[in-house]
Antibody, heavy 118, light 110 residues
Framework: QAQLVESGGGLVNPGGSLTLSCAASGFTFSDFFMSWIRQAPGKGLEWVSYISSSSYHINYADSVKGRFTISRDNAKKSLYLQMSGLRADDTAVYYC???????????WGQGSLVTVSS | QSALTQPASVSGSPGQSITISCTGT?????????VSWYQQHPGKAPKLMIY???DRPSGVSDRFSGSKSGNTASLNISGLQPEDEADYYC??????????FGTGTKVTVL
C-alpha cells in the first residue's frame, strides 16, 4: 500500500535552516504531484508547496515564498523541503502528501514536527 | 490566499445527519470542481473523505456525501456515529494555481 515517511524535523533557532525529507513507497512516485502541508499546534491545515511529477510545476504559499524550496528525486522516490529564515510561526507538524494542484491529497505521511525557538 | 471559511463546530446525536459548509470565492470553489474534504482524528494524519466535490474514495462510508453551490461546498454526514467525531477540513484549488484549506470544523457526537 502507498506509504509516506517524513524525517528531518527538530528544534531550530530563529533564522536557522532545516531540510525535511519524505520517502515514498507502494506507488509509482514519479507519476504524481507531491506536496508539503503543515499544521501549527492546535491550528488548522495550511498548504505549503507542491511540485509536479517532472518538477516543471512548482508553487508556494505566500507565507513561505522566498524562504522554502521544494524538490524531488524520482530515482530515490523522495521529496524534500529546504527551509531557511525560519520564524517562530513556522513551528508546525509538516506533512508530506501525494497530490497537489488539481489533484487531491490521497496519501499522507505521519508528519514531522519542526519547532522554531531559541 | 485566505483560508476557506468553515463553522468552528457542529454537533449532532448518533443517527442524526449534519452538514458542514465551506465558503470560498469565485477564484476557488466557485471556479473549479476540485473541492475535497478531509477527516482528522486527534494526533493522526488527515484522511481524504470526498474528492472532486462529490466523489468518494473506495473504503469511505456512503454516509459521507459532498456537494457544491456557487462559492460554497458542503459535506453531509448521515447516520452520525461516534467514530465520526473528528476535525473536518475542506480544500480547493485556486485561480492562483495554489491549494487552500478551510479553517476546520470540529464535529462532536453528543
Amino acid at each position: 500500500q502507498a506509504q509516506l515517511v517524513e524525517s528531518g524535523g527538530g528544534l531550530v533557532n530563529p533564522g536557522g535552516s532545516l531540510t525535511l525529507s519524505c520517502a515514498a513507497s507502494g506507488f509509482t512516485f514519479s507519476d504524481f504531484f507531491m506536496s508539503w502541508i503543515r499544521q501549527a499546534p492546535g491550528k488548522g491545515l495550511e498548504w505549503v508547496s507542491y511540485i509536479s511529477s517532472s518538477s516543471y510545476h512548482i508553487n508556494y504559499a505566500d507565507s513561505v515564498k522566498g524562504r522554502f524550496t521544494i524538490s524531488r528525486d524520482n530515482a530515490k522516490k523522495s521529496l524534500y523541503l529546504q527551509m531557511s529564515g525560519l520564524r517562530a510561526d513556522d513551528t508546525a507538524v509538516y506533512y508530506c502528501a501525494r497530490g497537489g494542484g488539481v489533484t487531491n491529497f490521497w496519501v499522507w505521511g505521519q508528519g514531522s514536527l519542526v519547532t522554531v525557538s531559541s | 490566499q485566505s483560508a476557506l471559511t468553515q463553522p468552528a463546530s457542529v454537533s449532532g446525536s448518533p443517527g442524526q445527519s449534519i452538514t458542514i459548509s465551506c465558503t470560498g470565492t469565485s477564484s476557488d470553489i466557485g471556479l473549479y470542481d476540485y473541492v475535497s474534504w478531509y477527516q482528522q482524528h486527534p494526533g493522526k494524519a488527515p484522511k481524504l473523505m470526498i474528492y472532486d466535490v462529490s466523489d468518494r474514495p473506495s473504503g469511505v462510508s456512503d454516509r459521507f456525501s459532498g456537494s457544491k453551490s456557487g462559492n460554497t461546498a458542503s459535506l453531509n454526514i448521515s447516520g452520525l456515529q461516534p467514530e465520526d467525531e473528528a476535525d473536518y477540513y475542506c480544500g480547493s484549488y485556486t485561480s492562483s494555481k495554489t491549494d487552500v484549506f478551510g479553517t476546520g470544523t470540529k464535529v462532536t457526537v453528543l
